[in-house]
């Protein structure tokens, strides 16, 4: 039992989900131990380019929500850049309608405008100033937040959720939920990046072409990440030379200077992607409990703390 007299909590994945919704229930009070397959620096969200923006996620009404709620956390972390990893950062969001994203954030962004034809001169867009979070730093600040709150970390494989030895578990395991889960609606969209050398870009760049193919910029500390691609259904994470020469090129379409920058790294991760988030609590004939915190898509970053509350919330209920 914890310093409230609650049972301890399991925290399955130790993705930007699962440490998010621990950090949220240790500061609770809350007993936490996170058991994760890998650190978090080799999960899916260590490859996240992580721009702040509710993208590949659905229901889109509760991802907004989410969003802006985590919008609060990002811009107090963002007081501490070289700590957290998490900065604000100005670019454009193309092919992008300003009164649409009015319509659920007007108020809530710093800098919200239409791109000028120089900012974005392959069409319309909009100008904003966003959180852009260096994962490389912000995961490792998570789980030290998380073990400065009293929880733990252990890296141990899990092949079935009732392995879990607690009266609450709380599920983050993105696609692996496919099998823990027995869920087969959570499907991979696979992101391809490339990581170059930062010939001096400063804002970041989101286009989408008529084709539906996208290219984007997200200027990090020391290196430029180039994206990006969404192939559904498809489960490879090695990186394709002939994907990651158009990725480039893309992006060399939008900002020149990006054509000679040297590679550093190519990067492939797997969105886990659902139909809808499933955040939910189950009740097991034993009487222990299960909430279900997956399938945040490609905007698990975005989302990250707005969830966190929710599943946190039923976790604690219990």
Known sequence: MDAQGNGGIVVVGGGVIGLATAVVLAERGRRVRVWTREPAERTPSAVAGALWWPYHIEPMASARAWALRSLEVYEQLAERPEATGVRLVEGVM????????????????????????????????????????????????????????????????????????????????????????ADPSVRPVRGQLVVVENPGVRTWTVSTAPDGETAYLFPHPGRLVLGGTADDDAWSVEPDPAVAEAIV??????????????????????????????????????????????????????????????????????
């Open 94 to 181: 193309g092919e992008t309608d300003l009164a649409d994203v009015e319509a659920w954030a007007a108020g809530r962004l710093p800098v919200l405008r239409r791109a000028t034809a120089r900012e974005y001169g392959a069409g319309s867009g909009v100008w904003a100033r966003l959180p852009l979070i260096d994962m490389a730093v912000h995961l490792p600040w998570l789980r030290e937040r998380l073990l400065r709150a009293g929880g733990t970390v252990e890296e141990r494989s899990v092949s079935d959720l009732a392995e879990a030895d607690a009266p609450v578990v709380v599920n983050c395991t993105g696609l692996g939920a496919r099998e823990l889960a």
């Open 249 to 318: 090129r893309r992006c060399a379409a939008l900002r020149p200077e990006v054509a000679g920058a040297r590679v550093l790294e190519h990067r492939v991760g797997l969105r886990p992607a659902r139909p809808a988030v499933r955040l939910e609590r189950e009740v097991l004939p034993d009487g222990r409990v299960r909430v279900h915190h997956y399938g945040h898509g490609g905007a698990g970053v975005t989302v990250a703390w707005g969830c966190a509350a929710e599943a946190a919330a039923l976790a604690a209920s219990s």
